[in-house]
């Protein structure tokens, strides 16, 4: 599906400014809104449309009257209990100062937690192969005003706009301490509802053994899986699964162990 660029409905030069850089880096076409709703928008170009506003990028892919655009979904909750009990830290081990690697950036609402876990002497880096995702959400964590407490770990998070097992085969050994991937469910669930608008622009890769074994070779302390709880993925793959009772979805881990 073709991407267009174009202003709120009433642009200021800022707003056209920002439409102007935005189709600029992505390579799309910039389109002057003229006042039209963003329906008109999609009937007319046949396109997603990327609408530049002052305060933040909105994605409405065709069909769509909802938009996607950042916010810290999970993560305002999740930031507000003991870190050290969310799951995805429980079960990866991560700790101060180490280096994450999130392959699958999404709404960045994991790799936000993990940067709030690993703190300024910390690391986080995360892959999103959408194109168009990547930017929103990069654009996101850097623009982002509410939530204060949460603006340095955004602004920590380097996104990686590459698929994460071509992003893998170019890092060394051992150079980060967890690496995580979390593909796109093949059964939609409530609870993924944020995520619902952008079902089509995602991508939908499940996981792959040369993809496991890079991200084994990269990561010194644990591989770390989420997945539908019906996913056989966990036991094809080498994870040891962490059953949550009551819960949509599960997570895996592959330790490693290896001396820093
Ligand atoms: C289920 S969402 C991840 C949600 C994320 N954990 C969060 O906290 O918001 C999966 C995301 O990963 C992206 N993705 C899937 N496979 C990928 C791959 N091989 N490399 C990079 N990104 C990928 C999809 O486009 C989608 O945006």
Request: net charge neutral; glycine share 6%.
């Amino acid at each position: 599906m073709k991407t267009i660029v174009t202003t709120a409905y009433r642009p200021t030069d800022a707003t056209k400014r920002r439409a102007q850089e935005t189709a600029q880096f992505l390579g799309l076409q910039a389109v002057e809104r003229n006042k039209r709703p963003v329906y008109k928008l999609h009937e007319e170009l046949a396109a997603d449309v990327i609408v530049c506003k002052k305060e933040r990028l909105e994605l409405y892919p065709v069909g769509q009257s909802e938009p996607f655009f950042f916010h810290p979904n999970s993560a305002a909750f999740r930031s507000k209990r003991p870190l050290g009990n969310d799951p995805l830290v429980e079960v990866s081990g991560l700790e101060a100062g180490d280096a994450y690697l999130d392959c699958t950036l999404g709404m960045a609402s994991d790799a936000l937690i993990a940067s709030l876990v690993v703190g300024d002497t910390g690391r986080v880096i995360g892959c999103e192969s959408d194109p168009v995702i990547a930017h929103i959400i990069r654009e996101g964590l850097k623009n982002y005003q509410d939530m204060p407490k949460l603006h340095d770990s955004m602004r920590r998070i380097q996104v990686a706009s590459q698929n994460a097992v071509d992003y893998l085969k170019g890092l060394d050994d051992n150079s980060f301490d967890v690496v995580y991937m979390d593909p796109m469910f093949t059964e939609q669930i409530a609870e993924a509802s944020n995520f619902a608008p952008l079902r089509n622009n995602a991508d939908h890769g499940q996981l792959t053994e040369e993809w496991v074994e890079e991200a084994k070779r990269v990561a010194r302390k644990s591989v770390v899986l989420k997945a539908h709880f019906r996913s056989t993925d966990f036991e094809a793959f080498g994870f040891n699964r962490r059953v949550r009772p009551n819960t949509k979805f599960h997570f895996g881990v592959i330790q490693m162990n290896k001396s820093q």
